[in-house]
């Protein structure tokens, strides 16, 4: 089982600044094979970037997946209100497991 | 448009069986892997399991393997999870999900249903 750590567990930031999650792997992710979600309380989550990369649709551009082997990076290039919540990472690339997520909260 | 909707959550002792149903709508339910993700309460994430579009392979979380069961209808656009000896630590809402055909990742999410294990 691939094992996801991400960090930190906690990003306190204003709106308007930068946001870099991440999320580390135990061994390596086949062919990009990462996911990253956003999830809002009592909602379900929702895709934002696959392949690592790749932005899932009508996802905003300020939201950008890099990455590969075993340490991906989400960043959030200006933080609008609506982007405070907690980001799950997650690989496809083996049986698919969850990183344990980064709550971004208003500074 | 996709919608999924789960049904069958409730309060169950443990050692007890609870089935999950969901039903889906607008697009071609017979053609896509079909998933279900928990998520316990105040917790992260976890991928319970994964059935093909002809029900022909079916996946499980190790810590589901043999009590759960995972299928499908595609007569009546429905997934199923049959759970069988439940125990406390399988209280969580369980999501039905949809991938996009690229892999096991997850666009469409039902709004879940809450599965409480207690006596």
């Known amino acids: 089982e691939i094992v996801l750590t991400q960090s930190p567990g906690t990003l306190s930031l204003s709106p308007g600044e930068r946001a870099t999650l991440s999320c580390r792997a135990s061994q390596s992710v086949s062919s990009s094979y990462l996911a990253w979600y956003q999830q809002k309380p009592g909602q379900a989550p929702r895709l934002l970037i696959y392949?690592?990369?790749s932005r899932a649709t009508g996802i905003p551009d300020r939201f950008s997946g890099s990455g590969s082997g075993t340490d991906f990076t989400l960043t959030i290039s200006r933080l609008e209100p609506e982007d405070f919540a907690v980001y799950y990472c997650q690989q496809y690339g083996s049986s698919p497991t969850f990183g344990q997520g980064t709550k971004v909260e208003i500074k | 448009e996709v919608q999924l909707v789960e049904s069958g959550g409730g309060l169950v002792q443990p050692g007890g069986s609870l089935r999950l149903s969901c039903a889906a709508s607008g697009f071609t339910f017979s053609s896509y892997w079909m998933s279900w993700v928990r998520q316990a309460p105040g917790k992260g994430l976890e991928w319970v399991a994964n059935?093909?579009?002809?029900?022909?392979?079916?996946y499980y979380v190790d810590s589901v393997k043999g009590r759960f069961t995972i299928s499908r209808d595609n007569a009546k656009n429905s997934l199923y999870l049959q759970m069988n000896s439940l125990r406390a630590e399988d209280s969580a809402v369980y999501y039905c999900?949809?991938?996009?055909?690229?892999?096991?990742?997850?666009?469409?999410w039902g709004q879940g249903t809450l599965v409480t294990v207690s006596s």
């Open positions: 392949g690592a990369s």
């Open positions: 059935i093909k579009q002809d029900g022909s392979e079916k």
């Open positions: 999900a949809r991938d996009l055909s690229r892999g096991w990742f997850w666009v469409y």
